[in-house]
C-alpha cells in the first residue's frame, strides 16, 4: 500500500528543464518498482521512464533517452524525472506509478501497476 504524489510540474519553454518528484507514503518505497508516465490529450497513458526497486537500474522510452533521467532516493521515499531539452511534444500530464514487482519488461505498460499519483501538468511552449 502506497500513496503517491507528484510535484514539480510547469510551465516551461522549449529547450528547458523540469525536475519532477513524486513523494510516497509509508516505510516499505523500496519494494516497489516506480515508474513515470505521461498522457497528452487524445492519447493513451504512455511510459515514459522507469527504476528498478534498488535504483540501479533504469529504462526510457525512446522519446526521451538522453533527455529524461529517472532517479529515486529510498530514504527519503521519492522518485525524481529530470527532464532537460524539453520539447512541446513533451507537454502533457505527467504521472508516477508503483508496482510491488520488480521491474521486467512488463512494466513498461500502464496496466501492469497498481498504484498511481494524481498526476503534475508539463507544459513546453515553442
Known amino acids: 500500500q502506497v500513496h503517491l504524489v507528484e510535484s514539480g510540474g510547469g510551465s516551461v519553454q522549449a529547450g528547458g528543464s523540469l525536475r519532477l518528484s513524486c513523494a510516497a507514503s509509508?516505510?516499505?518505497?523500496?519494494?516497489?518498482?516506480m515508474g513515470w508516465f505521461r498522457q497528452a490529450p487524445g492519447k493513451e497513458r504512455e511510459f515514459v521512464a522507469g527504476?528498478?526497486?534498488?535504483?540501479?537500474?533504469?529504462f526510457y522510452a525512446n522519446s526521451v533517452k538522453g533527455r529524461f533521467t529517472i532517479s529515486r532516493d529510498n530514504a527519503k521515499n521519492t522518485v525524481y524525472l529530470q527532464m532537460n531539452s524539453l520539447k512541446p511534444e513533451d507537454t502533457a500530464v505527467y504521472y508516477c506509478?508503483?508496482?510491488?514487482?520488480?521491474?521486467?519488461?512488463?512494466?513498461?505498460?500502464?496496466?501492469?501497476?497498481?498504484?498511481w499519483g494524481q498526476g503534475t501538468q508539463v507544459t513546453v511552449s515553442s
Open positions: 506509478a508503483a508496482e510491488s514487482a520488480d521491474w521486467s519488461p512488463r512494466l513498461f505498460r500502464a496496466t501492469e501497476y497498481d498504484y
Open positions: 509509508g516505510r516499505t518505497f523500496s519494494s516497489y518498482t
Open positions: 527504476i528498478s526497486r534498488s535504483g540501479r537500474s533504469t
